[in-house]
Each structure stands twice: as structure tokens, then as C-alpha cells.
RNA sequence: GCCGAUGUAGCUCAGCUGGCAGAGUGCGUCCUUGGUAAGGACGAGGUCACGGGUUCAAGUCCCGUCAUUGGCUCCA
């Protein structure tokens, strides 16, 4: 007999040879059946695998990631299954599962496939689960997987298992398809109710532009029918709520071949909503006491070069601008610190100016890869709420949790609740590819470590994700379907002010370096626009939203009265516009529905006479008749309410 | 940059095995002057992304370029 350990603490025995399976069904059948994998001793394996010592054990089902994992890693190679038997001579690279659903990397030799053979290849996958096959993992030697792969002809396997130790290498079977893998996987195919090729894409094999590219196949499926339903109507959600299509429905913003890719052009209406935003940012950063700055598009080539992001981007941007007298080089910034850095140098420093906090919206031109571009969220030219802390070393603490309270207030005020946080630090094997000394790294680190930590705030630690002069904490919101977005970054920087050797004068009446935070709540501008747009799916918050009110005539005798209204409404700087067009009033309605504005008003000849309004709530239908100015009360009540507690 | 897909009216899209370029919506004019999610008539609007090729004939087939797009790589 064994002993087994349950998360809860509590112990059982059990025969020896005992099955995960089997000790679901003594705790209840309906377990039996929603168990995926079993973690056995935190080694997540498969739930026919005979347990034989003692051991503390985890019964995964779908909603734990073990689960799914498992579900969709045995989903790859089902998915391979019946790509070997459509296409013989097809090799296999990897198949993992990800996030959502899973992908296989396969050489197609000179076959293309494309999404046209989807159908074909699901309808064999369906074919394949209604045998019913058994997965089944077996444990050979490295010698005797070499020698399986190459008589299978699989090159890419035979590279993976070469790099792999001897001893431990696990293969799985189902019908006539054996993959190289370490698990854990279904005990059955038969369990993949529903499946669902998503598409298509070129994927270097390991990663490696220089290595050949694969065909990659994204998929994914499910234990129910009706689960794959509601993601694909969650994937038509998130197409609804595209900011590029909204964009355009809205009139925010737009791209012009003319222009060039890549170069996004604020419409008038997109330009108010992110006035809003900036105008909301620059009263939270006075009050936390930023100073505003302005600095030119572009800057000498030796700006970045003294930046040390020459040396690293100099390539790969966009080529220097020649004065044509003199042949002097200038950059279009890709950023704005070294201006900020001067901008420090402008006087000599006293620790007692100190923290100084420069603050700018400050455009930034990055050549990025064609293929890079999307939307707002990758652009060429993009507006950073930027701003930059020069701080003595003591203060810095103090001066990184200030920021991380804007991020919040940021977050809060625009309903973002579902946050998460990450610490990128350098790659400690791997140190040459960062600037700056040890030293500076271990500060800047620790600063970052003990901020999240006096805050409160989670935080996942990642290695090697840093900038190349400093650490940074990065902020992940969820949107309103479940999506991650990056947005907000805080970087701690001990490099750049050595670079442009910044001094304060101390107490001691001796040179110190400052310290610098690198810090944008919204990240950029654009790209904070277009996640607002994908959680919000264009209904705005009513402080933001470029058109609050539009009033809707009954007929053409009114538009006078409308106007008088718009009027009055203006006055109380509420965004107001009449609906003049000779339309009956369900088709204003609808269309200004359609065009997501907060509030509709209603007038005719009852309104008019009593000097009236009735209000309309978008998406909520009929409000009831409001004197004007109770209304413009209502209206300017409401946008206080959204923003004037973070300012207070 | 690489691999795949796409590019037809302002927008959303149809246009089969090549044979006179279409719909809806928007826009303009007129009729209608209305009460809480689409009133009616007429009209204008096209270098079928661009360049080349095959063909009696190309929106349609082939090649190239550009752009968009799904990924890969990259991301100060």
C-alpha cells in the first residue's frame, strides 16, 4: 500500500500501482470523468500512469491550466495525426500548447497549405477521434530514438532528442502517429470533442531567422461543443471591438498610403478623446509636482550616441536627416530622455532641487519592421506620456512608489481594475548585453523589488526582460473580455545620467550623480487610445468620449430650438451637436446609437413650448423630461464624479 | 525583414469555369415634417491597388511592386 496526500493535507492509501484515474473514481465518478492529468509530486503526468511510492497528488481537470495544457498538447499531436496521414511526407518540428489552444511547426517540403485546407484537415481530425485511440507513453533510450526518428525521416525530432539527456526520453503513441515528448497527454484522443483550426503563419524553425521556416497551424478545442461555441463567439467579440474597425466607424483616427505606413493621423474626434486624456494626466502630474517641457522632433546624432542607443538602434532606424550646408547629422528622437538630460544641464543642480521631474508628451519616431505594424498598437510615430525623475539616491524609493500612485490613479480612473505587474530584470548569465556597471544594476533592481514590496503590489519577476540600460516594473491590464494588454512602464536608470554626466551639488558641497525614473503611465498614447477602444468597444466614459450629447429634432421646426440648447450646454463645456439631417427621429436614434454618444435629446414642439429636453441614455432608452439646466447640471455632475476624486 | 492571405464606389462587401462593373450603406437633390433603434423617389460616385504579361477579350489567369492583414523575428 501507499500512501496519497491530498492538496487539502489529508492522507489515503492506496494499492500500489494505483492510477490517478482510479483514485478519482474512489472520491466520485464525476471526477473520474472531468480529470485531465494528475500532478504527482508537483510532476504533472498522465492519469493512467501507475503511482508506486507514497506521494502527495493534484487531480487536474479543465479549469486548471495543468489541465488544459495536458488537453491541448495531446490536441497537437492529434492535430499531427491527421496531417501524417493527409500529407505523408510532412516533418514534424514542435507542437505545444499556449495560452489558447496550441500550434505544430511542420515542414511542408514544397506543399503550401492554406486556411482553404482547414475543413480537409479538421474533417480527418474528427475521422481520427471517432477511433477512439489510446495514447500511450514509452520510455526509450536516446540511441533508440535516434534511430526510430531517422528511420521515420524526421530531421527536426533528431535534432531535438541530439540535444536531449540520455536516459529519460519519453514517446507517445496513438494509432500509427509517436511523437518525441515529455507529457503528460490524454489517456485518449476520443476525450477532443471539438476542434478548430484558427490559422496559418511562417515560423522560424527554433526561433531562428536564419534556420528555415516552418509552416506553423494554430488550433484549438475543447472537452465540449458548446465551449468551442463560446470562444468562437468571444474571437467575434474581440473582432467587434477591433480598434481599427472602430476606429474608422468613429472617426478617430486613420492611415494614409500617402503618409507612409505606420504614421497614424488623429482625426478631430480622436484628437478630443485624447486630449482628454492628456489634459487628465497633466492634472494629476501637477499635483504631483511635474513640471511641463517641450523639446524639438529631432536632436544631433551624437545625442544618441553619448545615449549609447546608437551603438544599439543606430541601424535599424530611420537614417539620419543631413543639414545641407554643414552635412551635421540629426536623428528623429526614438526618445526623449537625452533632451530631458539637457534640459537637467541647463543650471548648475543643489540637492536641494532635487527631485526634479520633467514632464512631456513627446513624440518619438521608431522604424519598426513592415510586418510589425498593427493598427495604433505598433506604430512608426507614437506620443509617450512621458516624463523623467532626476532623483538623489536616497530619494529614489520614494520617488518610484509616486509613480507607480499615478499608474494606479491612471488605471482607476479609467476603469482598468484587473492589473497585473512585472519586474523585468537583466539576464544575470548573459550581462554584456546591458551598459552600465554591476553596481548600478544591483540599485536599480533592489529599488524596483523594495518599492513593489513596500506598495503591496504582486509582482512577477522575469530574468533577462530588461531594458538594456535598466530595470523596469510594466503594467498588464486585463480588458473587459479577459484580454492582457501592456501598457504602463517605469524604468530605473543609473546609465544615462553617467552618460550625459549629470551632477547635482550635495550637502557635503561635493559633485553626486542624480538618478533617473524613466516613466509613462499610458505607455504611448496611441497604443493606450487603442486598448481603450478594444476594452470600452468605443463607448467611452462620458469625460472622454469626443460627442456627450447630441440633440435630435423631431422635425426641421426645431433645429432652432436644438441649437439654443447646444448653446447652453456649451456653455457648461459640455460636447453638444444638433442632428439636423431631415430624418425621422427612429432613424436619428439609431444612428446616433450606432455612433455610441452618451446622451440623446429629444426635442419637439412639447419640449420647445415648455423649454424642455427629453433625455435618452445610450443603450438605455428614455430618461424622463429635464428642465436645460438641470440636464447640463446632470451632464457636468457626471464627469466630476469620473474624475475630479483622483484630482481632490 | 521572412512565410501565408487579402486589395472592386467614402464604408461593408458580391462579382462562378475570362465576355457591357454590382448591392447595401453613406453622400446630393426632391417629396415627406414625423415622438424614442432604419419613411420614400431620383441622382452622382470606379484607373477593379499599381506596373507588366498571356488572350480576339482580363476585375477574373500569370509575374513583379506597393499597401493591408494573420503569424515569425524584433521592440529604446
Not at 294 to 317: N, V
Request: hydrophobic share 35%; charged share 30%.
Amino acid at each position: 500500500m501507499i500512501n496519497i496526500t491530498f492538496p487539502d493535507g489529508s492522507v489515503r492509501q492506496y494499492e500500489k500501482g494505483t492510477t490517478g484515474l482510479q483514485i478519482a473514481e474512489s472520491i466520485s465518478s464525476r471526477l473520474a470523468q472531468d480529470v485531465i492529468a494528475v500532478g504527482v509530486n508537483d510532476q504533472t503526468t498522465e492519469i493512467n500512469r501507475p503511482i508506486t511510492t507514497d506521494a502527495s497528488i493534484k487531480l487536474y481537470k479543465w479549469d486548471d491550466a495543468e489541465g488544459k495544457h495536458a488537453f491541448w498538447h495531446t490536441s497537437a499531436h492529434l492535430m499531427a495525426e491527421a496531417l501524417q496521414e493527409l500529407y505523408p511526407h510532412v516533418k514534424f518540428g514542435i507542437g505545444p500548447a499556449i495560452e489558447n489552444g496550441f500550434y505544430y511547426d511542420i515542414d511542408t517540403a514544397d506543399m503550401v497549405i492554406r486556411e482553404n485546407d482547414f475543413p480537409t484537415i479538421e474533417a480527418k481530425i474528427t475521422e481520427i477521434v471517432a477511433r477512439k485511440e489510446n495514447v500511450v507513453r514509452e520510455e526509450i533510450s536516446k540511441a533508440d530514438a535516434i534511430k526510430l526518428f531517422t528511420e521515420k525521416d524526421e530531421p527536426y525530432k533528431i535534432e531535438l532528442i541530439s540535444e536531449l539527456e540520455d536516459g529519460t526520453i519519453s514517446l507517445y503513441r496513438q494509432g500509427n502517429f509517436v511523437d518525441l515528448c515529455k507529457g503528460p497527454h490524454l489517456a485518449n484522443t476520443a476525450d477532443i470533442k471539438a476542434f478548430k483550426l484558427l490559422s496559418v503563419a511562417g515560423a522560424y524553425w527554433r526561433g531562428d531567422e536564419k534556420r528555415k521556416q516552418l509552416t506553423r497551424i494554430y488550433a484549438i478545442s475543447f472537452p465540449k461543443k458548446k465551449m468551442l461555441d463560446e470562444y468562437l463567439l468571444l474571437l467575434e467579440e474581440a473582432k467587434k471591438r477591433d480598434h481599427r474597425k472602430i476606429g474608422k466607424e468613429l472617426e478617430l483616427f486613420t492611415f494614409s498610403q500617402s503618409v507612409g505606413q505606420g504614421l497614424p493621423l488623429w482625426l478631430p474626434k480622436g484628437t478630443m478623446l485624447r486630449d482628454q486624456l492628456e489634459d487628465f494626466l497633466k492634472k494629476v502630474q501637477k499635483k504631483y509636482g511635474y513640471l511641463p517641457v517641450r523639446t524639438p522632433h529631432i536632436g544631433q546624432k551624437e545625442l544618441w550616441i553619448t545615449s549609447g542607443h546608437y551603438a544599439k538602434y543606430g541601424k535599424d532606424s530611420f537614417q539620419p536627416i543631413h543639414t545641407p550646408q554643414e552635412g551635421e547629422e540629426y536623428l528623429l528622437k526614438p526618445m526623449n530622455c537625452p533632451h530631458h538630460c539637457e534640459i537637467y544641464k541647463v543650471s548648475p543642480r543643489s540637492y536641494k532641487d532635487l527631485p526634479i521631474r520633467y514632464a512631456e508628451f513627446g513624440t518619438v519616431y521608431r522604424y519598426e519592421q513592415s510586418g510589425e505594424l498593427h493598427g495604433l498598437t505598433r506604430v512608426r510615430s507614437f506620443t509617450q506620456d512621458d516624463a523623467h525623475i532626476f532623483c538623489r539616491p536616497d530619494q529614489l524609493k520614494d520617488e518610484f512608489m509616486k509613480v507607480m500612485d499615478i499608474i494606479f490613479i491612471i488605471f482607476k480612473a479609467l476603469n482598468f481594475e484587473n492589473f497585473e505587474a512585472q519586474i523585468s530584470l537583466r539576464d544575470p548569465n548573459n550581462k554584456e548585453k546591458y551598459i552600465g556597471s554591476d553596481e548600478n544594476w544591483e540599485k536599480s533592481e533592489q529599488a524596483i523589488i523594495e518599492s513593489c514590496e513596500a506598495k503591496g503590489l504582486k509582482a512577477r519577476v522575469e530574468l533577462g526582460e530588461a531594458a538594456f540600460y535598466g530595470p523596469k516594473l510594466d503594467f498588464m491590464v486585463k480588458d473587459a473580455i479577459g484580454r492582457r494588454w501592456q501598457l504602463g512602464t517605469i524604468q530605473v536608470d543609473y546609465n544615462l545620467p553617467e552618460r550625459f554626466e549629470l551632477e547635482y551639488t550635495g550637502a557635503d558641497n561635493q559633485k553626486h550623480r542624480p538618478v533617473m525614473i524613466h516613466r509613462a503611465p499610458f505607455g504611448s498614447m496611441e497604443r493606450f487610445v487603442a486598448v481603450l477602444i478594444e476594452h470600452t468597444g468605443g463607448k467611452f466614459p462620458l469625460w472622454l468620449t469626443p460627442e456627450q450629447v447630441v440633440i435630435l429634432p423631431i422635425s426641421e421646426k426645431f433645429n432652432d430650438y436644438a441649437k439654443e440648447v447646444v448653446n447652453t450646454l456649451n456653455m457648461h463645456d459640455i460636447r453638444a451637436s444638433v442632428d439636423e439631417r431631415n430624418e425621422k427621429i427612429g432613424k436619428k436614434i439609431r444612428d446616433n446609437e450606432l455612433k455610441r454618444i452618451p446622451y440623446m435629446v429629444i426635442v419637439g414642439e412639447k419640449e420647445a413650448e415648455n423649454n424642455e429636453l427629453s433625455v435618452r441614455k445610450q443603450g438605455e432608452g428614455d430618461k424622463g423630461t429635464y428642465s436645460i439646466n438641470d440636464f447640463a447640471q446632470l451632464i457636468v455632475d457626471e464627469v466630476n464624479n469620473m474624475t475630479n476624486k483622483f484630482l481632490a
